[in-house]
């Protein structure tokens, strides 16, 4: 009947097609989005997490209570041991890409920052007064802290130098 109305079959499919294409495009534009907050998401979690880590070895390295043999029994590249200010023997160190810490002579580590990788494996480095790179306690004037961590594809640098103010 040429007098009833309606849409024909090459309407539909082409209105099937046209609503086709913009569900793509709007598809894409919303998984950018998706993608950018995930992205920025990874990124916050491994800067809290590595600044917090950073803050507490930071302050706690402050409290080291001389620089001898007896106060700092562990000082390698991935590991550090003291006794701080009120005698209790703490540590921090890198193992298996994580940062852990110890405290009053625990045999447990506790866990810091996840996926940590060090510069060049280390995550300490060790200064006398003039700056340059020492291994004896009793030289000990800076500890410098340097590691990257890495959360999905983003990762993160921080550095700090920390003065312990007993020396």
Do not use: C
């Not at 499919?13 to 894409?28: D, N, P, Q, R, W």
């Not at 800067?47 to 706690?60: N, V």
């Not at 890409?97 to 280390?122: K, P, Y």
Request: net charge neutral.
């Amino acid at each position: 009947m040429k007098n009833s109305s309606g849409f024909t079959l090459i309407e539909m499919v082409i209105v099937i097609v046209l609503v086709g294409i913009l569900a793509t495009i709007a598809a894409m534009i919303i998984m950018q989005g998706v993608r950018a907050y995930s992205d920025e998401q990874s990124r916050s979690d491994a800067h809290y997490q590595t600044k917090i880590a950073m803050e507490r070895m930071a302050r706690e390295i402050r409290l080291i209570r001389s620089s001898t043999v007896t106060d700092i029994p562990t000082m390698t590249g991935t590991t550090l041991r003291y006794n701080d200010i009120n005698g209790l023997q703490m540590g921090f160190r890198l193992n298996g890409g994580n940062i852990e810490r110890t405290e009053d002579n625990a045999v447990s580590w506790q866990t810091l920052a996840t996926n940590i990788t060090g510069t060049g494996g280390n995550i300490f480095t060790y200064l006398d007064n003039t700056g340059a790179v020492t291994a004896a306690p009793a030289s000990l004037w800076l500890v410098q802290i340097q590691f990257t961590a890495t959360q999905n594809a983003e990762s993160i640098y921080m550095q700090t130098t920390v003065h312990p103010r007993n020396f």
